[in-house]
T-cell receptor, first 114, second 115 residues
């Protein structure tokens, strides 16, 4: 079945540095790639997403890039702040007998130190 | 819109007891998903529904787990009998259909502790 691999599992940066999280997927039919941020004790919340007809999308300090040929996509956070500390999950859509579901990566714990 | 609603937010029960978790999806959404999250296994999809019909329950760990969606605004996840290894946070999520509505929204979760 569809597999989404996410790296690294943990990432520590200094405030103001950039952070990059990478994911790979296996199903060439995947066409939607969301990123979720989960703060401690909270629900996963969508922070940015990208569709397969776009190579890059940016929203203030966060951006996502997609390489369909290589089947990988990445989350870029610039000028990191302590409030960016959280677990980040990537996901990819999978067609399931005419329906659609998300397959999630295993998560990256980002720690931004002041 | 109030978003996805789950109840209870916290549940503590003893091994062997029946546990029922409840979810109200966002109005108009026709997909509903149940996930389980633990440190060891991450975010696992248990089952999902489309238009109240179960589509894929391959993630349901055992026969002790069952889920229903009697109407478009309500779903339950039941564990009977519960075991300590069922302790986890259970999330419900919903989304609409079509390319413009791919976004999946999570509820606040139910933290289940089985003693």
């Amino acid at each position: 079945g569809e597999n989404v691999e996410q790296h690294p599992s943990t990432l520590s940066v200094q405030e103001g540095d950039s952070a990059v999280i990478k994911c790979t997927y296996s199903d060439s039919a995947s066409n939607y790639f969301p990123w979720y941020k989960q703060e401690l004790g909270k629900r996963p919340q969508l922070i940015i997403d990208i569709r397969s007809n776009v190579g890059e999308k940016k929203d203030q300090r966060i951006a996502v890039t997609l390489n369909k040929t290589a089947k990988h996509f990445s989350l870029h956070i610039t000028e990191t702040q302590p409030e960016d500390s959280a677990v980040y999950f990537c996901a990819a859509t999978v067609r399931d007998t005419g329906f659609q579901k998300l397959v999630f990566g295993t998560g990256t714990r980002l720690l931004v130190s002041p | 819109d109030a978003g996805v609603i789950q109840s209870p937010r916290h549940e503590v029960t003893e091994m062997g007891q029946e546990v029922t978790l409840r979810c109200k999806p966002i109005s108009g959404h026709d997909y509903l998903f149940w996930y389980r999250q633990t440190m060891m296994r991450g975010l696992e999809l248990l089952i999902y529904f489309n238009n109240n019909v179960p589509i894929d329950d391959s993630g349901m760990p055992e026969d002790r787990f069952s889920a229903k969606m009697p109407n478009a605004s309500f779903s339950t996840l039941k564990i009977q009998p519960s075991e300590p290894r069922d302790s986890a946070v259970y999330f419900c999520a919903s989304r609409g259909s079509g390319a413009a509505t791919d976004t999946q929204y999570f509820g606040p979760g139910t933290r289940l502790t089985v003693l």
